[in-house]
Structures are given as C-alpha cells and as structure tokens.
C-alpha cells in the first residue's frame, strides 16, 4: 500500500475515531438539560454515561472475532449506519428509554469503529506501533476537543437567537454529531484495508482465541451480564446482582474454554484486562461526570465543558509526543508516571474549592496523568501479544468501555447520590425527610434526594440543597483517586516483573528485529536493567 493511501487511511481512521469522542463531548454538553427535561435521577445520567460507552465493548469483541472475515470496508459501513441513525434518534427523542436506546446504538457503533482502527494502524505501522497508536488516539480527546468548542458555540448562539430558534438547544448540539460522521464516511469510501498482522503471519485463528483463553472470556462474560442487568435497572425489572452475575458467567468461559482446549490464555493479559477496570474508570469515567460536576461546582454549564475541553487539549497534543517518552521511560514506566500524576490531580480536583483558576491548574495535572493511558496499555499489548491480532488488541478497549459503562460510571453516579443524601441527612433530617426516596439500583437498594420534591421547599432550602450538593459532587473526584493509586502500585510490579526478563522487549511476526531502536518497545527502561 502506498503512503498517500496510507494517510487517507490513517486520516479516516482518526476523524472516525473522534466522531466516537464527539458523542462523549455533546452527551456531556446536554446532560443537565436532559435532566431538566426528562427527570432524571443522578444514577439515571450516570447510566446514560455508561449505556454511552459499554455497548462499545461488546461490538468491538464480537467484530474482533469476525472482522478479518467480513472485511474491514463492511465493518465501517454497518458503523456509518448506525451512527447516522443513533443521532437521529436522540434528536428526536421523547423520552428516557429512547435517549438510552439511541445512545446503546451509537456506541454500538463507536465498537465497530475502533474494531478496525486499531488493528489496522497496528499493522500499517507495524514497526511503531506504540507511537502511531498514541497518535491515533489523539483523535479522541481531539474530538473532544472540537466537538465541545462546537457545543459551545450552539450553546451561545441559541441564547443569542432565543426563542425564534425551533426545537431545542440541545437537540441542536446533538446535531454537530453528523459532521464527523459525514467526513469519515466519505475519507474512507472505496479505500482498500491491509491484511492484518496476524493474518499476514500465518497464525490461525484458533491460536488467536487460545492467547485470548477462558481466563479473559471470563472477565467478558461478566461484564456482558452487568450490561444486561443495567438494561433490566433501566425497564425497571430487578437488576442482577453483582455476586450473581459472577456465577453466570462461568457457563460461557466453560464453553470458551472448551473451544480453546484449556488455555487460560495469557495471565499478564488477563492481569491488564483487569487493570482497564481502574484505567477506563479513571480516565473515561472522571470525563462522562466532569462537565456535569464542574458546571455544577462553579454554577456554569458553559465553564463545565470547557474543563473536557481543556483536558482533552493537553491530551491532544501530548499524544502527538508520546514515541520520544516511550523511547526514554518505556511504556510501563509512562503508565506508572501518568497514574501518579492523576492521583495528585483527582485529589486536587476534589479539594480545590470554587476558585477556576486553581480548578483549571489541578484538572492540568489529571489531565496529563490520563493522556497517554489508554493508547500505551493499546501499544503493550500490541507489541507483547501480535499474535492475538485483532481480538486481544480490541479486547483491552473493549473491556475498558463496558468496565466503566456498566460499573465505573454509574457508580460514580451513586456515590454522588449516597454522598448528597448523607449530607442531607446530618445537617438538615427535617428537611430530608420532604425530600428523601428509595430506588433499586445497579448495586444496591439505596436512599437518594429526589429532586422532583424540591418544589415543597421555600427558596432558602433549595439553596442549601444546591450548596451540599455541589460539594458532594466536587468530592466525589477525590474519591476517584484510589483507583490510579492502584495503577500505579500495579504498574511498578510489571517494570519489576519485566526486569527480571532483562528487560522490556516487544514481540515481532513479521518485520525487523524487536531490538531495533526503530520499534518502540525494543528498548529498555531506566528501571528495567
């Protein structure tokens, strides 16, 4: 394949992957209106957070399984589609069950995309692959980026225009969603995909699902049957229980595990799809709740976004950076030094008061913590297991997203709920007992302040209310911090681990040597001997 089809690839392949992040951004952007306009509980946006980004993973497992069958150009079309027909749907919305519909499709289809993107720029750039995924994965907070600006821009503008501005502003905002759409559809028309690595290499797909084992299917299954039980919470039927979605998930290991005659699969991969439950929680959770906590803290919607906006700035253009970093610390090194970095700037975010100006210097350092997460744990597996090919490569995303969708950004969500609701209850029981209710929620039967009581309460009530629970709200980032503070700890014993191995090497099928200087992981760390 030549270089200029090369770049139109890797440019369609990028613009695809921020339409994904522009849904992230706007879905953000609206969440105070929807819940304004459709009554949602904070458990509610918590899920439409999640529904947003657990359906990713199981598209992008499935279509891992057969996407080198089917074809990488089909996989895109059946993701176009969807993507159009998802953003018509939230626009015309008339009701929670269909945002929450609409959303499941889109993510859909965000799988789908990252099904191809990632494999395929694995492969075009096989002998670099963890700089050119860093850059890959620049499109993301890119679209975060641009697809908040846009936000934004609407945002004023429909304020400027007022009432002479049919439908509402946010289904405006949903609007934006369409253009990325429309530019990758049209990059990546009648462009011929590589053959991936794998395939290229002779490795069978049997062996591909034998580095996968029952080990990681377990880990799947599980998380698929927490996706269910969030559809049953949102049907209001009686959720599954997590220790009983536990049991359930055995049944289908066992039954991969006889396909695959055994195999466990690899255990530091099964450890690091492990890992993405704290990864994705941090990086992604922290960002579908930031808009929501920090317009909430502050008292702007507008200054909100600008937050993701900014976050997702840094982590743009550090991307474009990361090959020289990894060069110098390793891969393993840069995931240790960014959880660190994110635990200082969570506990930061949580206890920073209302001042911008030092809420804007805490959310730097998280956001340089989470800039290079995802697409450095994306280029370790690459570069450690090339023979899981597309299967293991999607199924760290893949995990990561339903992780965070069906468990990190709900909970996030109920945190917020049991925090408000405690703080109520100590320093105003009078008035929590107007305002107090109980739901069954993913986790547990809990008590939350139901909102739709505050219309009971005289003004001076409903602004202590406020008060309590933007600093519950604000808190709840400080709570989050724990889970990089693991990361960190995990991520040193893997250096350690490697250096016993002499050190951190990747793993080639086809190509140059991995002690080349030209591939990233072929050399070795300052803490890796």
């Known amino acids: 394949m030549t270089s200029d089809k090369n770049r139109r690839l890797f440019l369609g392949c990028f613009i695809g992957l921020a339409a994904t992040s522009f849904g992230f951004a706007v879905r953000g952007a609206v969440l105070g209106d929807w819940e304004a306009q459709f ?109 908040g600006l846009l936000s934004i821009l609407v945002t004023t503008m429909g304020d400027s225009v007022g009432a002479s501005l049919p439908g509402k502003i946010w289904q405006w905002q949903m609007a934006i969603l369409l253009l990325p759409i429309l530019v990758y559809g049209f990059l990546l028309r009648g462009v011929r995909f590589p053959t991936q690595e794998r395939v290229e290499a002779g490795v069978s797909f049997d062996d591909m699902l034998k580095e996968f084992g029952w080990g990681s299917a377990y880990i799947v299954s ?72 920090m317009g909430s803290v502050l008292q702007n919607k507008t200054m909100g976004t600008w937050f993701i906006v900014y976050t997702s700035a840094i982590m743009f253009v550090l991307r474009f950076f990361a090959g020289p970093i990894v060069h110098r610390i390793s891969p393993l090194g840069l995931l240790a030094a960014s959880s660190a970095l994110a635990v200082v700037g969570l506990i930061w975010l949580g206890n920073a008061g209302t001042g911008a100006g030092v809420l804007f210097l805490a959310a730097t350092l998280y956001g340089v913590g989470k800039t290079f997460f995802w697409p450095t744990t994306l ?115 893997l250096i350690a681990y490697f250096r016993t191995k002499g050190g951190y090497k990747a793993e080639v099928l086809t190509g140059h040597a991995a002690e080349d200087e030209k591939f990233t992981g072929g050399t070795v760390g300052p803490g890796e001997g």
């Open 379 to 493: 280029g370790v597996v690459s570069e450690q297991y090339p023979r899981g090919g597309a299967l293991l490569l999607n199924a760290v995303t893949g995990v990561g997203m339903i992780a965070v969708g069906t468990l990190g950004g709900p909970y996030i969500g109920t945190i917020q709920d049991a925090d408000f609701n405690q703080i109520v209850e100590e320093q105003s029981p009078e008035v929590h007992q107007t305002v107090a209710a109980r739901k069954s929620g993913l986790f547990s039967t809990y008590e939350y302040i139901d909102k739709t009581k505050f219309d009971s309460l005289d003004e001076q009530q409903r602004e202590q209310l406020a008060a309590l629970e933007r600093t519950t709200k604000q808190h709840a980032l400080a709570k989050i911090a724990v889970l990089p503070a693991i990361m960190f700890v995990c991520y040193v014993g």
């Open 39 to 147: 009554g949602l509980t904070e458990e509610q946006k918590g899920i439409i957070n999640g529904v947003g980004v657990y359906p990713f993973a199981i598209s992008i497992i499935l279509f891992s399984l057969i996407v080198d069958r089917i074809g990488y150009g089909t996989a895109m079309v059946f993701a176009f589609v969807g993507h159009i027909v998802s953003t018509v749907l939230t626009i015309f919305a008339p009701n929670f069950l269909t945002l929450y519909l609409a959303t499941f499709l889109y993510a859909l289809s965000n799988g789908v995309v990252e099904s191809v993107i990632n494999p395929v720029v694995a492969t075009i750039y096989k002998d670099n692959k963890t700089k050119w995924l860093n850059v890959l994965h620049a499109g993301w907070p890119g679209g975060l980026v641009l697809g």
């Open 222 to 293: 599980f998380l698929i049957v927490m996706g269910v039980s969030q559809v049953l919470t949102v049907l209001n039927i009686q959720p599954v229980d997590w220790r009983v979605a536990l049991g359930i998930a055995i049944l289908p290991a066992a039954l991969f595990g006889i396909k695959v005659r055994g195999a466990f699969g690899r255990p530091m991969f099964v450890f690091i799809l492990l890992l993405m439950f704290l990864l994705a929680t941090t990086e992604l959770g922290t960002d579908g709740w930031i808009q929501d906590i």
